[in-house]
């Protein structure tokens, strides 16, 4: 954020935001740098720098009335010292003592002080104060360790620190401690605050019991009470919350306004003709995220819609239905899948529903020659595909589109709002683009979809077609994984399938795929009919092995995670991964939904010795349901907010102050807030916002590509 230049009246040099941090009284060239080394560059960063916590600083008092836990000041004489090797770590203790007790300082590698503290000498300490029990005592005596220390003269004069006081304890470097920033802060608080303007106007925050912008950074770094520092909390989470609202509020008022895509038809024949080529009853879930499509898609205002279903909801049909709308129309759709397998495999089952119609399918992968690419292209460019089905990188390829109507992104986890930016160059001219719907397994917690991608309409599928069986899933420790070979060898006996799922994330780790294999034709699996599929294979040989295994003649796969989204494969009824500690939740759970995917009872078995509290309560989260919605909120508890929401996910910068975790009131609030502004003022272009808006751009403005600030 930057402020505004305001000058002081005053004749000393005048402090403004912008001022550089040597300027700052006590600061100067030499400190200045190492300020700069933490971020803080001027007088406006020095604001921002805010605390990350506060600390109880007690008034100075007599021993007897030390509080423990807090920081404390005492003074008094030492009595004694002496040197603790315990182990290798030497420490230094000095007995302190007033006329009411005793306290003990420790200083760890404390040897220097051998010659700087001796008994007699009067000093001023400072520190965290701990109860300790001294040995072969019972009572428990006082410690501070690692005090500050300063002797005192002979002559006593006033408390070093004469009240009880909240201490800001800001983030620091070995070169610049909080302290040092904490009187820097002092040295410009009050004039710099007196030139903060709020972008808010006062009816706003009071509404909302929030303080003034100001009043919040002084309540961060001077807070009188904790609940200063409640508050002052509050109105800057709220405030970053309501920014990014605003932003995606805004972002999406102006697509409205100015991009198109093209309305479809609907009509009931339309209708009648796609139902007929879809083998069975729609799930009451598919039927109303249909409707949502429908409405979606005969508008002319580009639909940007998030598909979540679990994995086997059946959304692939839902997107045949959307791009044979598109078709209806004379149009084409695009359908772009994370691997190359799945894009295969679309292919071979949307042909399949598809046979004997004149819907021309394209497949656009990596593997094709260079001289299938240019006609594949060229079909496309020309209008003679349909529908195109491919990976993601599809979109960055340099493919042209006779007329894109939909685009269906298929599992794709992580999106941004940049890669709708491309699908919109893959339109004819900049004011159109394709209505877009993204299809998901791994639902966006709630918290999430209220956030990044507040942009997002939803719709969901939250049931399984049926007849579906449970999966049955047991973790177990690598020594009893003979219970589960022997577990699937019994499925395979019956004629039924499986997989054997082990971790290789790069070239030695195939090895693990062969070794495995090797290991279990000799053993567990022996006359068992088995191949493996790894990434590294060939399209050929890939293809004609996952044809093999669907036809039944292979009796289980030994795999890496190429398997993980979308094969399906109803006669595979068990699954094994190996080292499951090592897998994501998210992705086990796409793996586990390889299996239970027709008729009969299924089971997965994850092998693993989890040597995390995190990786354990995966583990656990997943034998304990396979609800992908209930697991999707559970991973974003047990990773946290900061991973999904890092710039890995959303390509947005991460808050300074709100945590989606506890600030979801906050959130709720920000979001109606900015939905409710933007519906009265869609351009933010009255003068009363316009402080607001120059905010908002810089803080979002590239990310969610806001375009050029007014
Ligand atoms: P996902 O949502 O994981 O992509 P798919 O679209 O692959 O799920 O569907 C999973 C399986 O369920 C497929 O074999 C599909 O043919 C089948 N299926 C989808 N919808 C229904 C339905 N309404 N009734 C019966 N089977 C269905
Ligand atoms: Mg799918």
Same mark, same amino acid.
């Given at each position: 954020?930057?402020?505004?230049?305001?000058?002081?009246?005053?004749? &000393?040099?005048?402090?403004?935001?912008?001022?550089?941090?040597?300027?700052?009284?006590?600061?100067?060239?030499?400190?200045?740098?190492?300020?700069?080394?933490?971020?803080?560059?001027?007088?406006?960063?020095?604001?921002?720098?805010?605390?990350?916590?506060?600390?109880?600083?007690?008034?100075?008092?007599?021993?007897?009335?030390?509080?423990?836990?807090?920081?404390?000041?005492?003074?008094?004489?030492?009595?004694?010292?002496?040197?603790?090797?315990?182990?290798?770590?030497?420490?230094?203790?000095?007995?302190?003592?007033?006329?009411?007790?005793? #306290?003990?300082?420790?200083?760890?590698?404390?040897?220097?002080?051998?010659?700087?503290?001796?008994?007699?000498?009067?000093?001023?300490?400072?520190?965290?104060?701990?109860?300790?029990?001294?040995?072969?005592?019972?009572?428990?005596?006082?410690?501070?360790?690692?005090?500050?220390?300063?002797?005192?003269?002979?002559?006593?004069?006033?408390?070093?620190?004469?009240?009880?006081?909240?201490?800001? /304890?800001?983030?620091?470097?070995?070169?610049?401690?909080?302290? %040092?920033?904490?009187?820097?802060?002092?040295?410009?608080?009050?004039?710099?605050?007196?030139?903060?303007?709020?972008?808010?106007?006062?009816?706003?925050? &009071?509404?909302?019991?929030?303080?003034?912008?100001?009043?919040?950074?002084?309540?961060?770094?001077?807070?009188?009470?904790?609940?200063?520092?409640?508050?002052?909390?509050?109105?800057?989470?709220?405030?970053?919350?309501?920014?990014?609202?605003?932003?995606?509020?805004?972002?999406?008022?102006? #697509?409205?306004?100015?991009?198109?895509?093209?309305?479809?038809?609907?009509?009931?024949?339309?209708?009648?003709?796609?139902?007929?080529?879809?083998?069975?009853?729609?799930?009451?879930?598919?039927?109303? /995220?249909?409707?949502?499509?429908?409405a979606d898609l005969t508008k002319p205002t580009p639909a940007n819609r998030l598909i979540q279903g679990d994995v086997g909801?059946? $959304?692939?049909?839902?997107?045949?239905?959307?791009?044979?709308?598109?078709? %209806?129309?004379?149009?084409? %759709?695009?359908?772009?899948?994370?691997?190359?397998? #799945?894009?295969?495999?679309?292919?071979?089952?949307?042909?399949?529903?598809?046979?004997?119609?004149? *819907?021309?399918?394209?497949?656009?992968?990596?593997?094709?020659?260079?001289?299938?690419?240019?006609?594949?292209?060229?079909?496309?460019?020309?209008?003679?595909?349909?529908? *195109?089905?491919?990976?993601?990188? *599809?979109?960055?390829?340099?493919?042209?589109?006779?007329?894109?109507?939909?685009?269906?992104?298929?599992?794709?986890?992580?999106? =941004? @709002?940049?890669?709708?930016?491309?699908?919109?160059?893959k339109a004819g001219d900049e004011h159109s683009m394709p209505h877009t719907l993204v299809m998901t397994a791994t639902p966006?917690?709630?918290?999430?979809?209220?956030?990044?991608?507040?942009?997002?309409?939803?719709?969901?599928?939250?049931?399984?077609?049926?007849?579906?069986?449970?999966?049955?899933?047991?973790?177990?420790?690598?020594?009893?994984?003979? @219970?589960?070979?022997?577990?699937?060898?019994?499925?395979?006996?019956?004629?039924?399938?499986?997989?054997?799922?082990?971790?290789? *994330?790069?070239? !030695?780790?195939?090895?693990?795929?062969?070794?495995?294999?090797?290991?279990?034709? $000799?053993?567990?699996?022996? =006359?068992?009919?088995?191949?493996?599929?790894?990434?590294?294979?060939?399209?050929?040989?890939?293809?004609?092995?996952?044809?093999?295994?669907?036809?039944?003649?292979?009796?289980?796969?030994?795999?890496?995670?190429?398997?993980?989204?979308?094969?399906?494969?109803?006669?595979?009824?068990?699954?094994?991964?190996?080292?499951?500690?090592?897998?994501?939740?998210?992705?086990?759970?796409?793996?586990?939904?390889?299996?239970?995917?027709? =008729?009969?009872?299924?089971?997965?078995?994850?092998?693993?010795?989890?040597?995390?509290?995190? %990786?354990?309560?995966?583990?656990?989260?997943?034998?304990?349901?396979?609800?992908?919605?209930?697991?999707?909120?559970?991973?974003? !508890?047990?990773?946290?907010?900061?991973?999904?929401? =890092?710039?890995?996910?959303?390509?947005?910068?991460?808050?300074?102050?709100?945590?989606?975790?506890?600030?979801?009131?906050?959130?709720?609030?920000?979001?109606?807030?900015?939905?409710?502004?933007?519906?009265?003022?869609?351009?933010?272009?009255?003068?009363?916002?316009?402080?607001?808006?120059?905010? #908002?751009? &810089?803080?979002?403005?590239?990310?969610?590509?806001?375009?050029?600030?007014?």
């Open positions: 954020m930057t402020y505004r230049l305001v000058a002081m009246p005053s004749t &000393k040099p005048a402090i403004t935001l912008l001022s550089p941090i040597e300027d700052v009284p006590g600061v100067g060239p030499r400190r200045g740098e190492a300020f700069r080394r933490l971020g803080i560059p001027s007088v406006a960063h020095l604001l921002f720098h805010l605390p990350h916590r506060h600390e109880r600083e007690e008034a100075e008092a007599p021993i007897k009335d030390l509080i423990a836990g807090a920081v404390v000041t005492a003074r008094g004489e030492v009595t004694a010292t002496d040197m603790i090797s315990r182990g290798r770590k030497p420490r230094f203790r000095a007995v302190l003592a007033d006329h009411t007790g005793r #306290l003990d300082l420790i200083w760890f590698h404390g040897g220097y002080l051998r010659d700087k503290i001796h008994p007699g000498m009067r000093l001023l300490v400072q520190g965290n104060a701990k109860r300790h029990p001294r040995a072969g005592r019972n009572d428990n005596a006082l410690q501070l360790i690692n005090p500050k220390w300063e002797r005192l003269p002979e002559t006593d004069d006033p408390p070093a620190i004469a009240e009880t006081r909240l201490r800001p /304890v800001y983030p620091a470097s070995e070169e610049l401690s909080s302290v %040092a920033i904490e009187s820097a802060v002092d040295a410009i608080l009050e004039p710099a605050l007196s030139l903060i303007e709020d972008h808010l106007p006062p009816h706003f925050h &009071k509404e909302r019991e929030l303080p003034e912008l100001a009043d919040a950074y002084r309540m961060m770094h001077k807070p009188q009470s904790t609940d200063d520092v409640v508050r002052a909390r509050r109105r800057l989470a709220y405030d970053e919350l309501l920014m990014l609202q605003l932003g995606v509020h805004l972002r999406r008022a102006q #697509l409205r306004a100015t991009m198109h895509a093209p309305a479809l038809d609907w009509s009931e024949q339309i209708e009648e003709r796609i139902l007929a080529r879809i083998p069975f009853t729609l799930t009451k879930g598919q039927r109303n /995220v249909i409707d949502d499509l429908i909801s059946g $959304k692939t049909v839902v997107a045949l239905y959307a791009m044979l709308l598109a078709v %209806a129309s004379g149009k084409q %759709a695009a359908l772009l899948a994370p691997t190359e397998l #799945l894009a295969e495999q679309h292919t071979e089952s949307i042909s399949g529903l598809l046979a004997g119609s004149k *819907v021309r399918i394209e497949l656009l992968t990596g593997s094709l020659t260079p001289s299938e690419r240019s006609a594949a292209l060229a079909r496309i460019a020309l209008g003679d595909a349909d529908i *195109v089905i491919g990976t993601h990188a *599809v979109l960055t390829e340099g493919v042209r589109f006779a007329d894109l109507a939909v685009a269906v992104i298929d599992e794709q986890h992580r999106f =941004g @709002v940049r890669q709708r930016a491309v699908l919109r160059e966006i917690p709630r918290t999430l979809s209220l956030t990044i991608f507040g942009d997002l309409d939803v719709s969901t599928i939250p049931d399984l077609p049926p007849g579906r069986q449970p999966i049955k899933t047991v973790v177990l420790p690598e020594r009893d994984s003979a @219970v589960a070979y022997e577990a699937l060898r019994a499925r395979l006996e019956k004629g039924e399938q499986g997989y054997v799922v082990v971790p290789a *994330v790069d070239a !030695e780790e195939l090895r693990n795929v062969r070794t495995t294999m090797e290991r279990l034709e $000799k053993g567990a699996l022996a =006359g068992k009919r088995l191949a493996a599929v790894h990434g590294r294979l060939k399209r050929q040989t890939r293809d004609s092995i996952m044809a093999r295994f669907r036809a039944g003649q292979i009796d289980a796969l030994i795999a890496t995670t190429v398997i993980e989204v979308g094969v399906d494969v109803p006669n595979a009824t068990t699954m094994i991964v190996e080292h499951a500690e090592r897998f994501g939740l998210a992705q086990l759970h796409q793996l586990r939904g390889r299996v239970g995917r027709g =008729g009969v009872e299924s089971a997965c078995f994850l092998i693993g010795e989890p040597t995390t509290p995190d %990786a354990e309560a995966r583990l656990s989260a997943l034998a304990s349901t396979t609800d992908g919605f209930a697991l999707a909120e559970r991973d974003f !508890e047990i990773r946290g907010p900061g991973e999904l929401f =890092g710039s890995r996910q959303s390509g947005l910068p991460p808050f300074r102050v709100a945590d989606l975790t506890r600030d979801l009131d906050l959130l709720g609030m920000a979001r109606r807030d900015a939905a409710q502004w933007i519906d009265r003022s869609p351009g933010l272009e009255a003068p009363t916002e316009k402080l607001l808006k120059r905010r #908002l751009f &810089k803080a979002y403005g590239v990310e969610l590509g806001l375009g050029d600030v007014a």
